[in-house]
C-alpha cells in the first residue's frame, strides 16, 4: 500500500469483527480495500471479505501503517499455511495467532457449506483432500505448538494409510493433548508404537 485508506476506508477497517476481521461496505469500497491488499474476498458463497495481515495491523495500530517489513514464511506467496511441524523459522506471534484464527474460522464455513447437512463438528471434503494442512490447523488453532528447531511439539506427516495422517509429539502428555484436541475436530484418533515404543497417532476425518 502506497498510500494510507480515506476516512470511508479507514472506517470499514475500524469496524471488522475483531475475531474474524469480516468487513463490510459496498462492493466497490470492499474491492478497494482488495487492491489495496488490506482485505480479501472469500473465494466461497457468500464471498464474504476480510482484513488481511496487513488490514489487522492498521486496525490495531489505528495509525497509517509502518513500512513493509519482511513477510513471515506463511505470507511470501500470499497464502496461508498451517505449520506441520519442523519449520525451522517458524515464531510464535499476535499476527501469526491472528493468521491461524482466521483460517480456521473460514475452514468451519467451508465446513458449514460444503458438508450435506451444514455439521461443523466434523470434516469436509476439502480437508479430506488437504490432510496433513488440515490436521495441522486444528491442532494450532487449538494452541497447540508445532516442533521448531530445537523446541518440542508436534509434527504430522503423511501415511501410506488412505486418508490418515501420522501425529508425533516427544512428550506423552503432549501426544494426549494433540489426541483430544483432533477428536474434539472431528477426526477419529487412534494410538500406536513404533517399533522403538515410541507412542505416536493415527488420525482420520470422520465421515459420520
Known amino acids: 500500500m502506497t498510500r494510507p485508506p480515506t476516512a470511508v476506508q479507514r472506517r470499514i477497517i475500524d469496524a471488522a469483527d475483531p475475531e474474524t476481521g469480516r468487513i463490510t461496505g459496498s462492493e466497490a469500497q470492499l474491492a478497494r480495500l482488495v487492491v489495496l491488499k488490506l482485505a480479501f474476498r472469500h473465494p466461497r458463497p457468500p464471498h464474504a471479505h476480510f482484513l488481511t495481515p496487513e488490514g489487522h495491523r492498521l486496525r490495531e495500530a489505528g495509525t497509517e501503517p509502518p513500512s513493509p517489513s519482511p513477510a513471515p514464511e506463511a505470507e511470501r506467496d500470499g497464502r ?3 505449520r506441520l511441524g519442523g519449520e525451522p523459522d517458524a515464531v510464535v506471534s499476535p499476527a501469526r495467532a491472528r493468521e491461524v484464527r482466521t483460517a ?4 468451519l464455513e467451508i465446513r458449514r457449506m460444503t458438508n ?9 471434503a476439502w480437508e479430506r483432500g488437504r490432510l496433513e494442512h488440515a490436521a495441522a490447523l486444528a491442532l494450532e488453532a487449538a494452541g497447540r505448538e508445532p516442533a521448531s528447531g530445537a523446541a ?6 503423511s501415511t501410506p494409510q488412505p486418508e490418515a495422517v501420522s501425529v508425533h509429539h516427544p512428550d506423552a ?15 477419529q484418533v487412534s494410538e500406536h508404537a513404533g517399533k522403538r515404543g515410541e507412542r505416536w497417532l493415527l488420525a482420520s476425518p470422520r465421515r459420520t
Open 80 to 82: 496461508f499455511r498451517a
Open 104 to 107: 480456521w474460522q473460514g475452514l
Open 116 to 124: 450435506p447437512d451444514g455439521a461443523l463438528d466434523r470434516p469436509c
Open 152 to 157: 518440542p511439539g508436534y509434527r504430522v506427516t
Open 173 to 187: 502428555a503432549g501426544l494426549a493433548a494433540c489426541a483430544a484436541t483432533l477428536a474434539a475436530a472431528g477426526w
